[in-house]
């Protein structure tokens, strides 16, 4: 049988023609996410601004007003709405209830399901969550400790593993997938939880194994062909891991979107994140880490340096990992 090839064997792609254009175009990403996480700001879900959120499903579309006037005569504080996976759905953030004790929830949650029940017969209770004002400012800051320290974690690893121009490179590929991630929140409001700060940690983990296997390949050729120019061993290595690279993005792909369209609206941001950062991982593992190793000045090794062969993490992957 056929085995099924989506890069072909004899792919050269000159990529680093491209990176003028690359690093204008990441660039240019970058400070538009920038802007708009600061102009629209995220939709911190419960877990990092606190307070009680109510999952309401109703039997037609509701109007968001009537929903917010009736919840308001209840006495249990301002509410914020936001229709949640369909236009029926609708979730209802209330601030800490005064007492801040298990009783004093349940009963603002009892009075608003009632409340709704009564002005919107066959609307249906789905559930409610609540976070102290203390867990959630301790949840954001543990939130953005995780994240800073995998990033600069993984720097570091590469800076050890590698040279100081490997571990450069892989921290701005990876600041710039973070960054596409916040300003997909910001754009699209979806809720930012700690679950999507589970998927930025996945993201990164992603990232951080594609482009650990392009690079240590670049090393291998450095070391292999040490007489042809950097820009020659950037475009081979990255066509020799290009297979591995395609064919793990699509399976990943293939399983995130049977989870985007079936899993339901609980799992649709963390699904989403995950999707974005594959598509954003992929692209910056071949586009701006590899080709950022020229601009920051990479050499291949002396020529009296014996070349290594056959021991890098590249060919064990390109080995025992999926081919085209």
Known sequence: MKLLKLVPDDT??????????????????????????????????????????????????????????????????EAALQQFGDPRTVTIRLPVQQGGDEGATNRAVRKVESALLKAFPGAEFR???????????????????????????????????????????????IVHDLLMTLGFFALTQFEFDLNIVAAVLTIIGYSINDKIVIDDRIRENMRRYRKMEMREIINLSVNETLPRTVMTSVTI????????????????????????????????????????????????????????????????????????
Do not use: C
């Open 12 to 77: 050269n792609i000159d990529f680093v023609r491209l990176r003028g254009l690359a690093f204008g175009l990441t660039l240019l990403l970058s400070v538009l996410a920038v802007g708009i996480t600061f102009y629209k700001g995220l939709n911190l879900g419960v877990d990092f601004e606190g307070g009680l959120m109510i999952e309401e499903r109703f039997a037609q579309t509701p109007d968001l007003n009537r929903v917010r006037s009736v919840v308001d005569a209840q006495g249990v504080g």
């Open 127 to 173: 559930r409610y969550s609540t976070v102290s004002g203390k867990v959630s400012g301790e949840l954001i800051r543990h939130g953005v400790l995780a994240v800073v320290l995998a990033i600069l974690g993984i720097g570091l690893f590469a800076i050890f593993r590698f040279e100081w121009q490997f571990g450069v490179s892989t921290i701005v590929a």
């Open 253 to 324: 792909l293939l399983a995130l979107a049977a989870l985007l369209f079936l899993g339901g609206h609980v799992l649709r941001g963390f699904t989403a994140a995950m999707t974005l950062g594959i598509i954003v991982g992929t692209y910056s593992s071949i586009y701006v880490s590899s080709s950022l190793l020229i601009t920051l000045g990479l050499r291949a090794e002396p020529e009296n340096e014996k070349p290594v062969r056959g021991n890098s993490v590249a060919d064990n992957a390109e080995r025992v990992g999926p081919r085209a």
